[in-house]
């Protein structure tokens, strides 16, 4: 005699978890994009130290993109330059919370955001720990110049690359969730809701 089949499962398919399928999804997209740029953004700074004479323009690409090596004390772009203390301690809590954020992006394009804006802020983080003249304080490394441009580096790209998707994923609607805003709901749920309401009128 055969035992019996066991009962069919009464979570509906709607509701079940599938929260780690998701991030197991999502976040290496992120996890790839720092181990690529991150790295391209400390080989690129020692090579900046080691060959260029620091103030002296290098031509890279004719006028337009210039190689001038400067040490900035401030934030990207040389913002802020008498607040490295403080940029260092905004940088260690954004990349936390950007690590945070990555053990639950369901969204590619947030994935390609967030892996962008780490790569970014650890870029810039290893010089101000790491740099002369001190723990903190280190001077981020600056060699790309475009005309009427501050001065700036690979991780700055990515920080500045990182806030225009986020703009653009914000416009339209794409939540960190892998949802977006406005998007039609579900029949099932739709249909629930107008049962509700005939059964209200």
């Given at each position: 005699?055969?035992?019996?089949?066991?009962?069919?499962?009464?979570?509906?398919?709607?509701?079940?978890?599938?929260?780690?399928?998701?991030?197991?999804?999502?976040?290496?997209?992120?996890?790839?994009?720092?181990?690529?740029?991150?790295?391209?953004?400390?080989?690129?700074?020692?090579?900046?130290?080691?060959?260029?004479?620091?103030?002296?323009?290098?031509?890279?690409?004719?006028?337009?993109?210039?190689?001038?090596?400067?040490?900035?004390?401030?934030?990207?772009?040389?913002?802020?330059?008498?607040?490295?203390?403080?940029?260092?301690?905004?940088?260690?809590?954004?990349?936390?919370?950007?690590?945070?954020?990555?053990?639950?992006?369901?969204?590619?394009?947030?994935?390609?955001?967030?892996?962008?804006?780490?790569?970014?802020?650890?870029?810039?983080?290893?010089?101000?720990?790491?740099?002369?003249?001190?723990?903190?304080?280190?001077?981020?490394?600056?060699?790309?110049?475009?005309?009427?441009?501050?001065?700036?580096?690979?991780?700055?790209?990515?920080?500045?690359?990182?806030?225009?998707?986020?703009?653009?994923?914000?416009?339209?609607?794409?939540?960190?969730?892998?949802?977006?805003?406005?998007?039609?709901?579900?029949d099932g749920q739709a249909g629930e809701q107008t049962?509700?309401?005939?059964?209200?009128?």
């Amino acid at each position: 005699m055969s035992a019996p089949a066991p009962p069919p499962s009464e979570t509906p398919p709607g509701d079940r978890d599938t929260t780690a399928v998701d991030t197991r999804r999502r976040w290496p997209v992120a996890a790839a994009l720092v181990a690529l740029l991150y790295p391209l953004d400390q080989v690129t700074k020692s090579l900046a130290v080691a060959h260029l004479v620091p103030g002296r323009q290098q031509p890279l690409v004719g006028e337009l993109l210039q190689l001038r090596l400067i040490r900035n004390p401030g934030a990207a772009f040389s913002f802020a330059e008498n607040l490295t203390w403080l940029f260092t301690l905004i940088a260690v809590v954004a990349a936390v919370v950007v690590v945070v954020l990555l053990t639950r992006v369901r969204s590619r394009g947030w994935a390609v955001a967030l892996g962008l804006l780490l790569a970014g802020v650890l870029g810039n983080l290893t010089d101000r720990l790491l740099r002369a003249p001190g723990v903190g304080r280190g001077h981020v490394v600056d060699f790309l110049e475009l005309p009427h441009w501050p001065i700036f580096n690979v991780a700055d790209m990515c920080v500045v690359s990182a806030a225009v998707l986020i703009g653009v994923l914000g416009v339209r609607g794409h939540r960190l969730d892998g949802t977006r805003e406005g998007a039609e709901e579900p029949d099932g749920q739709a249909g629930e809701q107008t049962r509700r309401g005939g059964s209200d009128a």
